[in-house]
Nanobody
């Protein structure tokens, strides 16, 4: 139902845009978030957006570098990653939760898709 794409290899300081496409159902009434998981680490919150695209939240280390947005006409949520760092290397996942607002709480997210790998070289 949720499929992340757009990952790949990028040099430090570069940019990448991830996409999260939905299929089978619409998530236009749901808050959507991006999470990431690096090898040997727990999955962590990256960014989230409410159903209207008006409110967003970011993890502190992503503020000013990443931007989340959504285009419900295309059933897609984006994560624009700028000024990437080697520590941004991880598998990135998108997820949706039942409520329309934004939340940073991973436990609230019910719908998960397959991730996409982002590798940042130094």
């Amino acid at each position: 139902q949720l499929q992340a794409s757009g990952g790949g290899l990028v040099q430090a300081g570069g940019s990448l845009r991830l996409s999260c496409a939905t299929s089978g159902r619409t998530f236009s009434n749901n808050g959507v978030g991006w999470f990431r998981q690096a090898p040997g680490k727990e999955r962590e919150f990256v960014a989230s957006i409410d159903s209207r695209g008006q409110n967003t939240d970011y993890a502190d280390s992503m503020k000013g570098r990443f931007a989340i947005s959504r285009d419900d006409a295309k059933n897609t949520v984006y994560l624009q990653m700028n000024s990437v760092k080697p520590e941004d290397t991880a598998v990135y996942y998108c997820s949706a939760h039942a409520a329309p607002w934004t939340t940073t709480d991973r436990r609230a997210y019910q719908y998960w898709g397959r991730g996409t790998l982002v590798t940042v070289s130094s």
